[in-house]
């Protein structure tokens, strides 16, 4: 359900659920069943908003502490980076080729990330908030990144990269020439072993590389490495 009617004042979102939750006799369990049901509201994070007096009834708007400061758990260190979009519950950055995602928890990566900038962004915007990514790109990997600046953020967009209701695209820069009358393949690649920075190995399966076969001569010559 998209919420068509809500307002934020502060750390609360207003929101107006109608006469489902104003007309009913036990208006505080009508709420908790009309976030559930109308909104899919997370389950967790709505027991997290209970214990800590997060919900609240004003005559016909439901209130819930969405907006409550966070410490900036990363540090703010700035850097040159375009913002793509921003509202109260996300923020889109670009990310440059060269640049880290996230710092890698070493001592003596000193290297500035995007969440470094993030986190600078939001000091320097009186933004009370944790750095949360989304999603990921790898380090040579150029394009935008998507943070939450709330835990109900992070949630709904998790669960939507989840379902695939937010997409990624990928585009590759080739050298050399590719003949015109090329066909496009995918082929399979094998398992492969990769470890972090924390020594540990894990196997991680490369679904497809796209690859381009000249119909002419029968070469194959790979979109990327």
């Known amino acids: 359900m998209t919420i068509k009617s809500w307002k934020r004042r502060g750390e609360w ?59 900036i758990d990363v540090e703010p260190r700035w850097a040159d980076v375009d913002v793509l979009y921003e509202d109260d519950f996300c923020l889109v950055m670009h990310k440059p080729a060269g640049m880290k995602l996230h710092p890698d928890g070493s001592r003596t990566d000193q290297a500035i990330t995007l969440d470094h900038v993030v986190a600078s962004y939001y000091e ?28 109900f953020a992070l949630a709904k967009l998790d669960e939507a990269m989840r379902r695939k ?23 399979p690649l094998a398992r492969t072993d990769i470890t972090n920075s924390a020594g540990v190995s894990r196997k991680v399966d490369r679904k497809l590389l796209p690859m381009w076969r000249s119909s002419k001569c029968g070469n194959e010559q790979p979109l990327y490495d």
């Open 13 to 71: 979102l207003e929101l107006m659920p109608g006469k489902a939750v104003t007309g009913s006799s036990d208006k505080p369990m009508a709420a908790e069943q009309w976030l559930l049901s109308e909104l899919q509201f997370p389950e967790k994070l709505l027991r997290q908003l209970k214990t800590n007096r997060g919900i609240q009834l004003a005559g016909d708007r439901l209130r819930l502490a969405l907006f409550a400061s966070q410490p």
């Open 124 to 151: 320097m915007n009186g933004i009370q908030a944790s750095v949360r990514h989304v999603h990921r790109l790898d380090e040579d990997t150029t394009g935008p990144v998507l943070y939450a600046k709330n835990a």
């Open 165 to 187: 209701e937010i997409g990624r695209h990928y585009v590759a820069i080739a050298g050399g020439q590719i003949p015109l009358n090329s066909t496009k393949l995918m082929l």
